[in-house]
């Protein structure tokens, strides 16, 4: 059973810049890819970016390429998402995942283990 715990939510100005952490245990993190969802008040969670095992391949959501970065330390068993140039239509609640394999996906249906989330607000 892997546990995964979000952090480094919070409100910030529109243009502005978070890093979010997703602390990973319970399991050997190296056989996971690792995603990264949102979901907003009233709307059906999405995909945001998702990262392989080995951090060799990457993947986005289109409204987010250019301004979002997903990395991962398998040494600390963490993923991280760096978001930059944040929009008023960025803000949601932001869940980590974890999917047993090498495949990297945008479908939540791929993923076995989420986090609790995190909220990010971003101010216009």
């Known amino acids: 059973q892997v546990q995964l715990v979000e952090s480094g939510g919070g409100l910030v100005q529109a243009g502005g810049s978070l890093r979010l952490s997703c602390a990973a245990s319970?399991?050997?993190?190296?056989?996971?890819?690792m995603g990264w969802f949102r979901q907003a008040p009233g709307k059906e969670r999405e995909f945001v970016a998702a990262?392989?095992?080995?951090?060799?391949?990457?993947y986005y959501f289109n409204s987010v390429k250019g301004r979002f970065t997903i990395s991962r330390s398998n040494a600390k068993n963490t993923a991280y998402l760096q978001m930059n140039s944040l929009k008023p239509e960025d803000t949601a609640v932001y869940y980590c995942?974890?999917?047993?394999?090498?495949?990297?996906?945008?479908?939540?249906?791929?993923?076995?283990?989420w986090g609790q989330g995190t909220q990010v607000t971003v101010s216009s």
């Open positions: 990262i392989s095992r080995f951090g060799g391949m990457t």
């Open positions: 995942a974890a999917g047993h394999g090498t495949d990297i996906s945008d479908s939540g249906l791929r993923y076995d283990y």
């Open positions: 319970g399991g050997t993190f190296a056989n996971y890819a």
